[in-house]
Each structure stands twice: as C-alpha cells, then as structure tokens.
C-alpha cells in the first residue's frame, strides 16, 4: 500500500510539473506578446533586451553576477526570462506585463544577495538585471551625483575620484557590491563613522512603482523615500537612481594591518579592541578579521586576528593616536603606510599592485574567498568576555580543510551614535559596539558537503546567542539570512509571521515599513522570501 502511495504520489507531482511547464510556455508567449504592444514604437529595441533559455548568451548573462555558487547549481530554479532595460520604459512594460501574466519579479544590480534572493525564486519569475542602467553622473561643483541603479560601488568610487580626488561616497568596501542593493539596505563601509551610511546620503531617487508611475522624492512623499533608503530591495518598486551627497576625503589617508595569533595574545587584543575601537575618532575606520593559520613553530593550526584601520590623515598623527588609545597592539611607524583614498581602496580589495582601471572590473576574478558561501550577521552591545572568545577560537578550529572560515568585527560608533534609530529603516546605531559578519566558504569539489558547512555555522550563531543583541538578536538586511525567518512561496504572509524576521533587521522601524508597503503596493506585487508584507488590518 506505501509503495503505491508513493507511486501516485510521483505521478501526481509528474503531471502537475507537466502542466506546470505547459503553463509556463504559454504565459512565456503571452508575456512576449505583452512587452511587444507595451510600446509598439519601441517594440524592436525591446527585443534586444530579453533573454530565454533558447538565447545562447543566456546562460552567461545568468552567471554574470552571481557571487555565490550555492545558487547557480542545475537544481537552482532559473527565470523564464532575462530582461536587461536600456531605459525606463522597458522596466515599466516589464512590470506591466509580469502583472499581468502572473510572473514574479527578481531585481539584480550586484548579484551579492547573500540568499540568492535578486536572481532565484521558486515560482515562475523574470530577472530585471539593471547592468545597462549603470551611469554616473557627478556634480563636483554641488558635491552631488546621480547613479543609476546597476552601478557597482567599484565604478561609483572610480567616477567620482577621476572628477575630483577629494571626493568620494560612503559606500562598502567591495568594488563589485551594486550600489542600488547596498543602499536599499544602509550600507556600511570604510568612511561610515565619519559621514554615516551609504542610505544616510541619499537626497533624492527615482523609482518605478508597482503601478509603473515614475516617481521621485516629491511626488513618492517622505514615507517611500524613507522606506526605499534602508528598508531592503525588492518590496516597494524598483529604484533606477539615486542622487547622492558626495563626501570630503583628504589627499593622503593613512593605512594600517597587523596579525596576532593566539600565541601572540590575539585573545587578549581582541577583547581590549571591543572597549577601544567604538570610542577611536571619526576619522578612523577599525576592523578585525578573524581567520585561521598554521603556526609557525609547529605546524598546528592557530586562531590568526588580524586588526585592520584607515585612517583619514597622515601617518604621524594616526600613529601617535594608536599609540594612546591602543598601546597593547604594540604598533610601529613601519606599520602605519601613507597613500591616497583611491589607493586605500584598491588595498582593501586586495589589488595594491593594480591600477584604479581595476575598480571597473565587474567580475569575480579576484574573488578572496571560494565560490559557495554561508553568511549570517550579529551586532554586539556589551563587551564579549575573554572566555566567551576563547569559545569562538574552539568553533573555529573545527573547521576542517574544506572549508575556509572568515569572520569579521566591525566597529561602530563615531556619528553612527549621533543619528536617529529612526531617521531610516536602518536601526543599529546607538549603543552598537560593532557588527559581526560570520562567513563560512568552500570550493566546488566540497559541494557535496555544504550541509556540514551550513550546519557548522548555525552552531556558531547559536553560541554566540548570549553575547550578542537580545529581544531582539539584531541582524543587517544586506547579509540577508534565510534562516532568521522567512515568507510564504504561496498565499499570503501574516504581519506576525514576518515580524520574527523583520524585527530584527529593522527593530521597531519594521511597523513603519509595513504601513509603507500597504499605502503603495496592497497587492504585494513586488515580493520575495524577505521583503515587507502589507498588512490591510493593521493600524498604522
């Protein structure tokens, strides 16, 4: 009798695929026809901008931009199609005609959605891939500029500093991270304890709504333009610029890496660190990487800390201040190395023996870690004790040689503690230490072994739950992670349902995102697996 269950059950599933499939192909036609009549008079420069799997460079488009090859395996679901606008007219027939045929929508800039979450779904779906839209256009003489959605961080900063060398925007390190995702989400980086988040300078955008109105800050009102810098990507239209408040960067910085390992008292520095690096000057961007190394005197593997600062002046101010607040580090003039921003920029990405051309690279060539990842975040309000790190050291030697462990300590403070939980949907300011990034990595030929990588990290991130920010464990929406919480794949999501997750990415901001989402789209039009749900009962 099971056997037969199951074989029914088999068949059922065989045909609803079926069906599925011929479904999908005549709302594949359909939709074609849509985009076509949309605009008859651009009907041929349309055709230019979609992509099916019968296209030979669909494949290659797909690929282009995804940063985590746990998402581009043969079981990942792909698009029913690829459209890459030219202008805005093709993302409002896209939107248009997904409506109407039943498609949901994924928008990419940068592909690094640590979820997949801008490229993949698990119903029928299009990918908007903004990489045609991705100009810069900057105003040295206001101190602004305009910047189209599919840009990365890499072009805005390399744009920028060939128009003037001491200016520059608050964005993330990494050169391939798209600048429209990065903002949708804050965006922290290497000048944010000076001049704050990447969303915190945002002074106007243009977006294509649900209804595919264009709409700008004026005519979307204060509530959307608040909820769009911050809130997350994909839940309340599609942004296809910014313009943002350009920043005063000197003309030498002063740069600054040593290691310690446990012999070394890694332990030890690491917890001085927690106490010193959120009080440092604004002008001082302080991280610790946490990794792991072979010791030299044995062989065996050691916990290796390495502290990480820029500096936004010269060499013998940074050193003098270092040698006041952090003295324990036992620093020396070698290790404090003078260059301009550009520079320090091209350091951080490790490509020092590169020219700035480099920051025009879209692709994963000089990626530092392997191709599949698992990430997840924390944010830190009191000091970890020693104890509590030596606890961390233990996970982390686990690791077998698979895999690669990465984790990364980001000090807050500096104007960070001066803006408003509220003045964005991003809310970890006051009173944050630092941020946690936990990265776990591997090759490809460990694939087959990823549920113990995964698995590891969720063992990590449950130890270090009584270290952390409580009620609620605080996360960052730009290392989004599935496993806080997720949305329905079919029917509606509760408010309380998305509350488990969407608190702790957006704290009590979460309330005000939702009363957004319900005002401009009901109908929950632009979705996924972690965007805000409109709730048409609730008070606002």
Not at 124 to 141: A, G, K, Q, W, Y
Not at 252 to 270: D, K, Y
Request: aromatic share 12%.
């Amino acid at each position: 009798m099971k056997s037969l269950h199951r074989s029914l059950s088999l068949l059922f599933i065989v045909a609803c695929s079926l069906l599925w499939v011929s479904a999908s192909a005549n709302s594949h036609d359909d939709f074609f026809e849509c985009l076509y009549s949309y605009h008859p008079k651009e009907s041929s420069s349309i055709t230019q901008v979609i992509y099916t799997e019968t296209n030979s460079s669909y494949s290659a488009l797909l690929d282009s931009s995804i940063r985590n090859q746990r998402f581009s395996t043969p079981n990942t679901p792909k698009p029913l199609v690829i459209i890459t606008p030219l202008n805005i007219s093709h993302v409002q027939a896209t939107i248009h005609c997904s409506k109407k045929h039943g498609l949901e929508i994924r928008t990419r800039s940068g592909g690094h959605d640590f979820e997949g979450l801008s490229y993949v779904s698990h119903v029928p779906f299009v990918v908007i891939d903004l990489v045609n839209l991705r100009s810069v256009d900057v105003d040295v003489e206001n101190e602004e500029a305009w910047v189209q959605l599919g840009a990365t961080v890499g072009e805005v900063y390399y744009i920028i500093n060939e128009r003037s060398t001491n200016l520059s925007f608050p964005a993330p390190v990494f050169r391939t991270v798209g600048i429209g995702g990065s903002i949708s989400g804050g965006g922290d980086g290497s000048l944010f304890r000076k001049y704050g988040l990447s969303a915190d300078n945002v002074i106007d955008a243009q977006l294509v709504d649900a209804h595919g109105r264009v709409l700008d800050r004026r005519s979307m009102g204060e509530d959307l333009f608040w909820a769009i810098r911050g809130g997350g990507g994909g839940s309340f239209g599609i942004v296809i610029s910014w313009k943002i408040k350009l920043v005063h960067v000197p003309s030498t910085v002063t740069f600054c890496s040593v290691g310690r390992t446990l012999e070394q008292n890694a332990t030890q520095l690491l917890h001085r660190w927690q106490y010193v690096a959120p009080n440092l000057p604004k002008d001082v961007y302080s991280v610790v990487t946490i990794s792991t190394t072979n010791a030299s005197e044995n062989g065996t593997k050691t916990v290796l800390a390495t502290f990480i600062s820029l500096f936004q002046g010269g060499a013998n101010e940074f050193s003098l201040l270092m040698q006041e607040r952090f003295p324990e580090l036992g620093l020396v003039k070698e290790d404090f190395i003078e260059m301009t921003w550009v520079e320090s920029l091209l350091l951080m990405n490790g490509l020092s023996n590169e020219t700035s051309e480099i920051l025009l690279d879209r692709s994963n060539r000089y990626t530092i870690l392997p191709p599949f990842v698992k990430s997840k975040s924390d944010y830190v309000r009191e000091p970890m004790p020693e104890i509590a790190l030596q606890g961390l050291w233990l996970h982390l030697l686990e690791v077998d040689e698979g895999g690669i462990a990465v984790q990364n300590f980001f000090a807050y403070g500096g104007i960070m503690e001066e803006i408003s939980e509220t003045e964005t949907p991003f809310p970890h300011r006051k009173g944050t230490l630092y941020k946690i990034s936990y990265n776990i990595a591997w090759q490809e030929e460990e694939n087959n072994n990823s549920q113990r990588y995964i698995s590891w990290m969720r063992k990590l991130y449950s130890y270090m739950g009584p270290f952390v920010s409580k009620s609620p464990r605080e996360a960052y929406v730009n290392y989004r992670d599935i496993d806080i919480g997720r949305n329905n794949y079919h029917g509606k999501t509760s408010y309380k349902q998305a509350s488990i997750w969407g608190r702790k990415y957006f704290k009590n901001n979460f309330d005000r995102l939702v009363y957004v989402k319900t005002k401009t789209d009901p109908k929950n039009f632009f979705k996924h697996e972690q965007s805000i749900p409109p709730c048409l009962h609730c008070t606002s």
